[in-house]
């Protein structure tokens, strides 16, 4: 999920019911709050909204930037650690063009962008989490099972899936192909 259906009824309420029943199926609940100001009421409501469904993730991105939003601390690492401690097993920070940061309880690391002609940064942190994913449904292991090591490989491919994404125009045009993400990793 992401937040933007928490900014209002009826969809609040339907994205909530729906995380419940989720939750009670034992799905893998990813999150990536995707903060958008203009949606939200104030910058409090926001807070509280985006905060509110933390306690059903079993898989969280959020950006450096987003960090004092979902944790009252800036610094990526710290974010992260507290997300983890509130529950949320596995939890990736976006650092721009340095890269990730991925924490789970057994700690957490940076793993390093890769090199990139950058032309357009829109759907970057969304091809990221859609490598992640990837990765982590391919691994047909549940979040809490992972490892440090098998986390920060999925952000590695993570990392290459977005290298390629800001090489080129939009965000859905600009998503690359498994071949051409397999190409960037061997760099």
């Known amino acids: 999920i992401g937040s933007l259906s928490l900014t209002a009824e009826p969809a609040k309420g339907t994205t909530l019911k729906a995380l419940e029943i989720a939750k009670e199926a034992g799905c893998i609940i990813s999150y990536d709050p995707n903060y958008r100001a203009p949606l939200w009421e104030s910058k409090e409501a926001a ?76 759907g970057a942190g969304d091809s990221f989490w859609g490598g992640f994913l990837k990765c982590l449904l391919e691994s047909g292991k549940c979040p809490d099972e992972l490892t440090l090591d098998e986390v920060a490989t999925f952000a590695k491919y993570g990392n290459a899936v977005a290298s390629l994404c800001v090489e080129k125009r939009g965000a859905i045009p600009a998503m690359p192909t498994v071949e051409e993400v397999e190409e960037r990793l061997k760099k």
Not at 79 to 101: D, F, R
Not at 114 to 122: E, I, R, S, Y
């Open 47 to 122: 807070i509280e909204g985006m905060r509110s469904v933390v306690s059903y993730v079993d898989v969280m991105k959020i950006s450096d930037e987003e960090t004092a939003l979902l944790t009252d601390i800036v610094e990526p690492e710290g974010a992260a650690k507290k997300l983890v401690e509130q529950g949320v097993p596995v939890v990736a920070v976006t650092l721009g063009s340095k890269g990730a940061l991925v924490c789970t309880k057994e700690g957490s690391v940076i793993v390093p962008g890769f090199k990139a002609n950058m032309v357009d940064t829109t």
